[in-house]
């Protein structure tokens, strides 16, 4: 190059920034004007001697010797074109590998392709195509000086090329995803086989174990994959169910209750030691045979009838079904062996096994408890005709004596002749009490209800036997509610049940002392307390109160006399009002029963239009 022209260049503010460049700095000046032949890049280094800067050294290219020297070091496989910021560019063709220049009329059609794909000139690289071939721009800033010095790299490829390299691409994919879909499907057989293969056998052992109800000859348990974890897991299983079954058949085996299985035509299939005990002939003796012959003549009819009724219920399909009792307490006849009969109590509850239905039944030799109730019921009657009848004629005889007589009597057999009519007064209560509980029991006692005011009916039976109060000397205090109280009770039993709660608070209150009664309302129900100031209930004899004989002092030299049963009596009559009653009590301080009754409120008429 001219030494006038570098010295022009050196002129610029080039010289001034390669002198204050690093010792290991470079400054590269790329010419900025018309590209061709003869253009050149300037690079420039400072020179230093000791540390100092003493000079400029310059280097000159030739810009367009630089580009084919990249371009050949990359060795590119498509044809490249490297475009200077003029628009100028150098063509390289890979089969040739000659450079050709290109102007800026030759490159208007790519520079148009490449100003469409990037508007706006700042994307690092775009696609572009055209009918021929297929292309990649690439921008690579070389300075970022302003303006940026960049070129342009345009990779090209023939489009029948590019298409053929895909589907060569695309065949060998699809053989690869083939042998691959084919080999994980072979893979996949073989570990299928390999697993499955002791399921057969496994269902085959199930199957057997099932029918004849033993165990599987052999599980895989012994493998360490699915199939083995099955096989423990069945093995498991029928080994808990085999525990079952024996505690099951040992609860059977031992349980005090006869226990007989029979299905939809009265055969029997099970029937345990303890209905061996109760009918004398062994297990192997009835099974398989209708249980009609458990039976007495001539009661085969009315098994049958029964039988039939309970076959009514509800079908396989009904699980709610499953295990309901259908007969309970049943008493009936049935027939030893030895031809005797007893009274036995029968409750039958059905199940489904399948489509069959199966009847099981508890049964309970109760021909003692019915000697037992024969007797009570000899003894009730006794008691009612043998000894109530002569009580009342001699209590009866006993009053009018002391209405008549008692003046003409000393002291000492006046005392005698009170003691004696009290004593068959409290015996003929007794005699009543024990009669009413076996009406209650037996589900005989009468019941007259009628709508009744509660404070009106409390307050006349207190007044009618005021003379509890005399007697015990205490105060009976009614405190009536503030509204009329309606409910539905029979006044006489009523009576009695408040007359019993009445006698025990008097009895059991000190002398001096005073008895209540509140009548009140708590929602829907009606309230009556009576709280007593004695000693209050001990602890260990609150839960067994309303037991029948139930008395706190239970001795032969307890100070207050009664029954025991006027509680228990009490309970019963409330219960049949549908009400309850219950205590609070507090050692020292008293006891207060309460009467809960519901309410009946009575609805206004509706008058007619």
Same mark, same amino acid.
């Given at each position: 190059?001219?030494?006038?022209? !570098?010295? /022009?260049?050196?002129?610029? +503010?080039? @010289? =001034?920034?390669?002198?204050?460049? %690093? #010792?290991? &700095?470079?400054?590269?000046?790329?010419?900025?004007?018309?590209?061709?032949?003869?253009?050149?890049?300037?690079?420039?280094?400072?020179?230093?001697?000791?540390?100092?800067?003493?000079?400029?050294?310059?280097?000159?290219?030739?810009?367009?010797?630089?580009?084919?020297?990249?371009?050949?070091?990359?060795?590119?496989?498509?044809?490249?074109?490297?475009?200077?910021?003029?628009?100028?560019?150098?063509?390289?063709?890979?089969?040739?590998?000659?450079?050709?220049? !290109?102007? /800026?009329?030759?490159?208007? +059609?790519? @520079? =148009?392709?490449?100003?469409?794909? %990037? #508007?706006? &000139?700042?994307?690092?690289?775009?696609?572009?195509?055209?009918?021929?071939?297929?292309?990649?721009?690439?921008?690579?800033?070389?300075?970022?000086?302003?303006?940026?010095?960049?070129?342009?790299?345009?990779?090209?490829?023939?489009?029948?090329?590019?298409?053929?390299?895909?589907?060569?691409?695309?065949?060998?994919?699809?053989?690869?995803?083939?042998?691959?879909?084919?080999?994980?499907?072979?893979?996949?057989?073989?570990?299928?086989?390999?697993?499955?293969?002791?399921?057969?056998?496994?269902?085959?052992?199930?199957?057997?174990?099932?029918?004849?109800?033993? #165990?599987?000859?052999?599980?895989?348990?012994?493998?360490?994959?699915?199939?083995?974890?099955?096989?423990?897991?069945?093995?498991?299983?029928?080994?808990?169910?085999?525990?079952?079954?024996?505690?099951?058949?040992?609860?059977?085996?031992?349980?005090?209750?006869?226990?007989?299985?029979?299905?939809?035509?009265?055969?029997?299939?099970?029937?345990?030691?303890?209905?061996?005990?109760?009918?004398?002939?062994?297990?192997?003796?009835?099974?398989?045979?209708?249980?009609?012959?458990?039976?007495?003549?001539?009661?085969?009819?009315?098994?049958?009838?029964?039988?039939?009724?309970?076959?009514?219920?509800?079908?396989?399909?009904?699980?709610?079904?499953?295990?309901?009792?259908?007969?309970?307490?049943?008493?009936?006849?049935?027939?030893?062996?030895?031809?005797?009969?007893?009274?036995?109590?029968?409750?039958?509850?059905?199940?489904?096994?399948?489509?069959?239905?199966?009847?099981?039944?508890?049964?309970?030799?109760?021909?003692?408890?019915?000697?037992?109730?024969?007797?009570?019921?000899?003894?009730?009657?006794?008691?009612?005709?043998?000894?109530?009848?002569?009580?009342?004629?001699?209590?009866?005889?006993?009053?009018?004596?002391?209405?008549?007589?008692?003046?003409?009597?000393?002291?000492?057999?006046?005392?005698?002749?009170?003691?004696?009519?009290?004593?068959?007064?409290?015996?003929?209560?007794?005699?009543?009490?024990?009669?009413?509980?076996?009406?209650?029991?037996?589900?005989?006692?009468?019941?007259?209800?009628?709508?009744?005011?509660?404070?009106?009916?409390?307050?006349?039976?207190?007044?009618?036997?005021?003379?509890?109060?005399?007697?015990?000397?205490?105060?009976?205090?009614?405190?009536?509610?503030?509204?009329?109280?309606?409910?539905?009770?029979?006044?006489?039993?009523?009576?009695?049940?408040?007359?019993?709660?009445?006698?025990?608070?008097?009895?059991?209150?000190?002398?001096?002392?005073?008895?209540?009664?509140?009548?009140?309302?708590?929602?829907?129900?009606?309230?009556?307390?009576?709280?007593?100031?004695?000693?209050?209930?001990?602890?260990?004899?609150?839960?067994?109160?309303?037991?029948?004989?139930?008395?706190?002092?239970?001795?032969?030299?307890?100070?207050?006399?009664?029954?025991?049963?006027?509680?228990?009596?009490?309970?019963?009559?409330?219960?049949?009002?549908?009400?309850?009653?219950?205590?609070?009590?507090?050692?020292?301080?008293?006891?207060?029963?309460?009467?809960?009754?519901?309410?009946?409120?009575?609805?206004?008429?509706?008058?007619?239009?």
């Amino acid at each position: 190059t001219a030494p006038e022209r !570098l010295l /022009r260049g050196l002129e610029t +503010p080039d @010289l =001034a920034r390669a002198l204050a460049l %690093d #010792p290991s &700095g470079i400054l590269v000046v790329p010419e900025r004007g018309r590209a061709g032949p003869g253009r050149v890049v300037r690079v420039l280094v400072s020179a230093q001697f000791e540390g100092a800067t003493v000079g400029v050294v310059e280097i000159t290219l030739d810009y367009a010797a630089l580009l084919q020297a990249v371009v050949r070091s990359v060795r590119p496989a498509a044809a490249v074109l490297v475009i200077d910021p003029a628009g100028e560019a150098i063509s390289h063709d890979p089969g040739s590998g000659l450079f050709m220049p !290109l102007g /800026r009329a030759q490159m208007a +059609p790519m @520079l =148009a392709q490449i100003a469409q794909a %990037d #508007p706006g &000139g700042a994307a690092p690289n775009v696609a572009l195509a055209d009918a021929v071939t297929v292309a990649r721009y690439q921008r690579v800033v070389l300075d970022t000086q302003e303006p940026p010095f960049a070129l342009g790299v345009v990779a090209r490829h023939p489009r029948v090329e590019v298409f053929a390299a895909l589907g060569a691409l695309r065949t060998k994919l699809i053989g690869i995803g083939a042998v691959l879909i084919l080999g994980s499907v072979g893979v996949a057989f073989l570990a299928a086989t390999w697993i499955t293969e002791a399921l057969p056998r496994m269902t085959a052992q199930l199957r057997e174990a099932a029918r004849s109800g033993g #165990p599987p000859v052999h599980l895989p348990i012994e493998r360490r994959d699915e199939i083995g974890d099955l096989a423990r897991s069945f093995e498991a299983l029928r080994r808990r169910i085999v525990s079952s079954e024996a505690r099951a058949q040992e609860v059977i085996e031992t349980v005090v209750d006869g226990i007989i299985t029979i299905d939809g035509r009265g055969i029997i299939c099970d029937y345990n030691p303890a209905c061996e005990r109760l009918f004398g002939y062994g297990r192997e003796e009835v099974v398989g045979r209708d249980v009609g012959m458990l039976m007495p003549e001539g009661d085969g009819s009315a098994h049958q009838a029964y039988l039939t009724r309970l076959s009514r219920g509800p079908g396989p399909g009904d699980t709610r079904g499953v295990g309901r009792t259908v007969g309970r307490g049943r008493d009936l006849v049935a027939r030893r062996k030895d031809g005797s009969t007893f009274i036995l109590e029968l409750s039958v509850s059905h199940t489904h096994y399948g489509n069959q239905r199966f009847f099981t039944g508890i049964l309970r030799d109760i021909t003692e408890r019915k000697e037992m109730e024969v007797m009570k019921n000899e003894f009730v009657s006794t008691v009612n005709h043998e000894l109530r009848t002569p009580l009342t004629t001699i209590r009866g005889a006993l009053g009018l004596l002391k209405t008549t007589s008692a003046h003409l009597l000393d002291a000492k057999s006046a005392r005698l002749l009170d003691l004696s009519y009290d004593s068959c007064g409290r015996l003929a209560h007794l005699v009543d009490d024990i009669l009413d509980m076996e009406k209650i029991e037996a589900g005989k006692m009468e019941y007259r209800l009628e709508r009744q005011e509660i404070n009106t009916l409390v307050r006349e039976i207190v007044e009618r036997h005021t003379s509890y109060a005399d007697q015990y000397d205490v105060r009976f205090t009614v405190l009536c509610a503030p509204e009329p109280l309606h409910c539905r009770v029979d006044p006489s039993r009523f009576n009695q049940a408040l007359v019993n709660l009445l006698s025990n608070a008097a009895k059991f209150s000190p002398r001096g002392g005073e008895v209540i009664f509140a009548i009140g309302r708590e929602g829907e129900s009606v309230t009556i307390r009576v709280t007593d100031q004695g000693p209050g209930i001990p602890r260990e004899f609150r839960d067994k109160i309303f037991g029948k004989f139930a008395q706190a002092d239970a001795s032969s030299t307890r100070a207050r006399g009664g029954s025991g049963l006027g509680l228990n009596i009490a309970r019963a009559i409330i219960l049949a009002f549908e009400g309850e009653i219950t205590f609070t009590t507090r050692i020292g301080q008293g006891t207060t029963f309460c009467i809960r009754l519901p309410r009946d409120v009575e609805l206004p008429l509706q008058r007619s239009a």
